[in-house]
């Protein structure tokens, strides 16, 4: 158990649609990153969320939007939704650090677009 | 160039043996590395981080860096089919590699 949960686990959309995907971070941790992962790939960077603001994004269109709220927690949302958005989005929370930054992942959110 | 490179594989060696996987990176920044490993639908696990030139050891896993050559690997000894997964690289700045997928025969 990481600490970071998910939710829904899993989710069929129809396209067009739009969608909220939902992270807890883990107890103490400041920083959320947002991942697409298609199948047989490597976790793709959405966006990252530091202090409520975010902190970073990767190749990803406006229509991919979030929220990072004061308790830490945070929201994914995407509208317009396309068939290749089918893919597992994982949520991590880290600490950010001088040293390193240790992320820790939720179990993923299977978002399926028919 | 992507930021972290591996092979995608599908790497395959015998129980008992030494699996060895690589990353390289093309941010000589990049000063902290990290694998995780991820099964078959499941989301990725930390195994091991590194940020000092050199090796560490942690139980059957190995993880060396070398920052000259921007060069990460990850050495598992002992495999076990247990360890079949995909095993991803990913700097301090949560770049993730596209991840290897090791298959250790019984």
């Known amino acids: 158990e990481t600490g970071v949960t998910q939710s829904p686990t899993h989710l069929i959309k129809t396209r067009g649609q739009q969608v909220t995907l939902r992270c807890s971070s883990q107890s103490g941790h400041n920083t959320v990153s947002w991942y697409q992962q298609a199948l047989g790939q490597g976790p793709q960077f959405i966006f990252q969320?530091?202090?409520?603001?975010?902190?970073g994004r990767g190749n990803f269109p406006p229509r991919f939007s979030g929220l990072q709220f004061p308790n830490y927690s945070s929201e994914l949302n995407v509208n317009a939704l396309e068939l290749d958005d089918s893919a597992l989005y994982l949520c991590?929370?880290?600490?950010?650090?001088?040293?390193?930054?240790?992320?820790?992942f939720g179990q993923g959110t299977r978002l399926t677009v028919v | 160039q992507k930021e972290v490179e591996q092979n995608s594989g599908p790497l395959s060696v015998p129980e008992g043996a030494i699996a060895s996987l690589n990353c390289t990176y093309s941010d000589r920044g990049s000063q902290s590395f990290f694998w995780y490993r991820q099964y078959s639908g499941k989301s990725p696990e930390l195994i091991m981080f590194i940020y000092s030139n050199g090796d560490k050891e942690d139980g059957r896993f190995t993880a060396q860096l070398n920052k000259a050559s921007q060069y990460v690997s990850l050495l598992i000894r002992d495999s076990q089919p247990s360890d079949s997964a995909t095993y991803l690289c990913?700097?301090?700045?949560?770049?993730f590699g596209s991840g290897t997928r090791l298959q250790v025969q019984p």
């Open positions: 969320y530091y202090r409520e603001e975010e902190n």
């Open positions: 991590a929370s880290s600490l950010v650090t001088t040293a390193n930054t240790e992320a820790f």
């Open positions: 990913v700097s301090r700045a949560l770049t």
